[in-house]
């Protein structure tokens, strides 16, 4: 195949592209949202402790979520090279859609007693592990769809020196 057919259309970048930011706002906006609810809600419903510690406990459940970020980006990188980013990047989706509802449904402290906690971590990490993978997913996805296009310097916002080294795969996964 010439490389004139395999390069994408304006079109096809834009969409990648536009996919790309949708599943990157939906991912923040999930993060966000589990902060602010961490910050006020949880520390009161999942931990048995004072008010403070219980607050504190929330926020460090909150960042265990950020610090296995690395994780996700592995574990999602891998199933992008072998799978496709599209693939990937919708895994992750669905894995922090899944993971946010089931903190949701997560019964409380009073409920269910020490297991609401380890319950809310398991999808905290879970989380995690989805907002690690969501990010590089989806910029590799952009910058391989644009490797070849005039503008690919514009889609990969720096990542052009990359593409022409053949650092990246210019693939359409």
């Known amino acids: 195949m010439n490389e004139a057919a395999a390069t994408p259309t304006h079109r096809q970048i834009y969409k990648v592209a536009l996919a790309s930011i949708v ?31 219980a607050i504190a406990a929330a926020i460090g459940v909150y960042g265990l979520g950020i610090i296995i970020r690395p994780i996700g980006a592995f574990i999602f990188g891998h199933i992008a090279d072998r799978q496709g980013r599209k693939d990937a ?14 903190i949701g449904l997560t019964p409380t402290y009073d409920s269910i007693g020490a297991v609401a906690p380890v319950l ?5 990490l879970m989380q995690g592990v989805s907002f690690g993978a969501e990010f590089g997913t989806a910029s590799t996805w952009v910058v391989e769809q ?3 296009s005039k503008y690919r310097a514009f889609w990969g916002l720096g990542s052009a020196s990359r593409s022409r080294s053949g650092c990246c795969s210019a693939s359409a996964r």
Request: hydrophobic share 60%; net charge neutral.
């Open 23 to 53: 599943g990157s706002v939906i991912e923040q906006y999930d993060f966000l949202v589990t902060g602010v609810i961490a910050a006020t809600v949880w520390g009161g419903i999942f931990f048995k402790l004072p008010s403070l510690a």
């Open 89 to 102: 990047l919708v895994y992750a989706l669905v894995l922090m859609g899944v993971s946010t509802l089931l």
């Open 120 to 124: 809310l971590i398991v999808f905290r």
């Open 146 to 148: 644009a490797a070849h």
